[in-house]
């Protein structure tokens, strides 16, 4: 077994702004940056419900909210939204998301992670979860197969190296920038501008698709 007290404990929210884009996720968890938008309230209104710590009865299903969640092994902590426990017993993960329903790869590191921690802790494999779209009502089942487990370990190693460093990553600049809360903390336009000005040969950062 691994021993967590040379690594960092690495936040399961953390790896989809990881993911997303590395410099948002050094902003939030390692310099304490944290602004409000209309989408970020959303968000947050999206969870409350699920936030809270519940047990219940449903249809033959067991619904755990806000399930505590760790991973010795990967060196996790966070928690679940929703986890549903069929009849046998094997868990179910589902991430509440706000907004209307879309591919949701990097939502899907998050789900991911969280069923590393569930077949930890509660030695059963998890095979498949859940994506809950809040504006569309929608929920989209996830396969957590060998690709995604794959890319979730890597998203896992880039995140725990991002928590153990002093720098933050460059900036975007691209069309993720508009739409995110912590714009005016991250300047991107701002720092890519200068430092063209500085060295106009310098390699500018890869626009996303």
């Not at 909210?65 to 046998?88: M, N, Q, T």
């Not at 790869?105 to 569930?118: D, K, N, P, T, V």
């Not at 995110?180 to 950062?205: M, Q």
Request: hydrophobic share 35%.
């Amino acid at each position: 077994m691994k021993d967590l007290t040379d690594d960092v404990l690495v936040p399961i929210s953390a790896l989809e702004h990881a993911s997303y884009c590395p410099r948002q996720c050094a902003l939030i968890h390692l310099e304490s940056v944290w602004d409000e938008n209309v989408f970020t309230l959303r968000g947050s209104a999206a969870h409350q419900r699920a936030d809270e710590p519940t047990t219940r009865q449903e249809g033959g299903r067991r619904i755990e909210r806000g399930l505590p969640l760790w991973s010795e092994r990967y060196g996790l902590i966070g928690k679940a939204d929703v986890v549903e426990f069929d009849s046998s017993g094997t868990p179910y993960p589902v991430e509440y998301k706000s907004g209307p329903a879309r591919e949701g790869r990097h939502e899907s590191i998050q789900l991911c992670a969280q069923a590393l921690c569930l077949e930890e802790m509660l030695g059963t494999d998890v095979p498949k979860g859940a994506l809950f779209w809040i504006a569309s009502r929608k929920r989209v089942e996830i396969a957590l197969d060998e690709n995604l487990r794959a890319r979730t370990l890597e998203i896992i190693a880039a995140t725990r190296s991002i928590l153990q460093g002093t720098d933050l990553p460059e900036p975007a600049n691209d069309k993720r920038c508009p739409k995110c809360s912590l714009l005016d903390a991250c300047l991107p336009g701002a720092i890519v501008r200068a430092r063209l000005a500085f060295d106009p040969f310098a390699p500018r950062p890869e626009r996303m698709e």
